[in-house]
């Protein structure tokens, strides 16, 4: 198993930005990508970012390139998500994810999940 724990989540004002972390322990070898994807209210779960571990291939949702960033520490078990210039529509619960098999954006095929961490974006 895998546990992911996400930090970083808050209130902050349009144009701001935040910076979330997620912090993964367990099995981690056993999975070969990870990434970020938030759902907002009456929303179905949505990607955001993802990548490999062993490989520097970054995946970004239209709505977010540019935007957003996601990095990791590979020693440190570590994945951040850099979010600039945010909106409104950015407001949503946003859930580190991690996979064994990679499954790009279909949020579904993805195997681990953190709890959640709320961003609300005000105008």
């Known amino acids: 198993q895998v546990q992911l724990v996400e930090s970083g989540g808050g209130l902050v004002q349009a144009g701001g930005s935040l910076r979330l972390s997620c912090a993964a322990s367990?099995?981690?070898?056993?999975?070969?990508?990870v990434g970020w994807f938030r759902q907002a209210p009456g929303k179905e779960r949505e990607f955001v970012a993802a990548?490999?571990?062993?490989?520097?291939?970054?995946v970004y949702a239209d709505s977010v390139k540019g935007r957003f960033t996601i990095s990791r520490d590979i020693a440190k078990n570590t994945l951040d998500l850099q979010m600039n210039s945010l909106k409104p529509e950015d407001t949503a619960v946003y859930y580190c994810?991690?996979?064994?098999?990679?499954?790009?954006?279909?949020?579904?095929?993805?195997?681990?999940w953190g709890q959640g961490t709320q961003v609300t974006v005000s105008s």
């Open positions: 990548m490999r571990w062993s490989v520097v291939s970054i």
């Open positions: 994810a991690a996979d064994e098999a990679y499954s790009g954006s279909s949020y579904s095929l993805w195997d681990y």
């Open positions: 367990g099995r981690t070898f056993s999975t070969t990508a």
